[in-house]
C-alpha cells in the first residue's frame, strides 16, 4: 500500500478520534459551533451523540488495526480491513452528505465541512491503495 494511502489511513482515523471525543464527551460544548444543534436540544440528543461518537472510535480503531496487519506480516488481512472501513466511511460522507440536502437536521448545505472531512481521506485511501 502506497505512503500516501497510508498517510490518508492516518488522517482519517485521527478524524474519528476527534469526532468521538466531541460527540461522546464534549457535545455540551460543540453542539453549536460543530453540529448546528441548539442549547436546548442537547439533552435530546446527548444518548444518540454518545453512541455514534462511539461508533467514530471504532471505525478509527479498525484502520488502525489494518494498519498494524499490514506491518506485521498480514497484508491481506490488513488491505481487507482498510478497505471495507474506508468504503463505509465514504459511504457515510455519501449518507451525511444527503442528509445535508435534506435538510435534516439544520439549513441545507451545512454539513460540506463534515462530509469533506469524513470522506476525503478515505477517498484518498481508496484512489491510491
Not at 478497505?83 to 445535508?100: E, N, P, Q, T
Request: proline fraction near 3%; charged fraction near 10%.
Amino acid at each position: 500500500m502506497s505512503v500516501v494511502a497510508q498517510v490518508a489511513v492516518v488522517v482519517a482515523a485521527l478524524v474519528h478520534v476527534v469526532v468521538w471525543i466531541c460527540e461522546a464527551f464534549l457535545i455540551g460544548r460543540v453542539h453549536q459551533s460543530m453540529f448546528g444543534q441548539p442549547a436546548q436540544d442537547v439533552p435530546a440528543i446527548r444518548l444518540w451523540a454518545f453512541g455514534v461518537g462511539f461508533y467514530n472510535l471504532f471505525l478509527a480503531c479498525g484502520l488502525v488495526a489494518g494498519l498494524v496487519a499490514l506491518h506485521t506480516g498480514q497484508e491481506l488481512v490488513g488491505r481487507t480491513l482498510i478497505f471495507y472501513i474506508s468504503w463505509f466511511m465514504l459511504a457515510g460522507s455519501v449518507v451525511l452528505a444527503v442528509a445535508d440536502q435534506l435538510a435534516l437536521s439544520r439549513k441545507r448545505n451545512s454539513a460540506w465541512g463534515g462530509v469533506a472531512a469524513e470522506g476525503i481521506p478515505p477517498l484518498v485511501v481508496l484512489l491510491f491503495a
